[in-house]
């Protein structure tokens, strides 16, 4: 079940990394230069519930995985930077690899 928290977080953290991209790059000029306001209506939402999954699942991981308080904020601001996820995923997977993603 711990692993599982962790799995289910790097899988969000993918997505939701993604999922900026696609909003800001793709939905939001779309909705600006081309009038196509629905992009940013069905991806923001899309967004949305994935960054409340983000968010969740790392309250989660700083629980059970007992991570300091830094790596908890850090991987927060992560949330809100374009492509900061794909970095914290890619961390993650590594040390899933290396089985070291306690206590940090």
Not at 63 to 82: D, E, G, Q
Request: glycine fraction near 4%.
């Amino acid at each position: 079940m711990k692993d599982l928290t962790l799995i289910r977080f790097t899988q969000i953290a993918f997505i939701e990394g993604v999922s900026t991209v696609i909003l800001f790059f793709i939905a939001m000029p779309l909705k600006y230069l081309a009038d196509w306001p629905l992009g940013v209506k069905y991806v923001g939402w899309a967004h949305g519930l994935l960054f409340i999954t983000y968010l969740i699942l790392l309250i989660s991981c700083w629980f059970i995985y007992k991570w300091s308080f830094k790596r908890l904020v850090t991987f927060f601001i992560a949330s809100l930077i374009p492509f900061a996820p794909f970095f914290v995923e890619r961390e993650l997977k590594r040390e899933m690899k290396d089985n070291s993603f306690t206590n940090r």
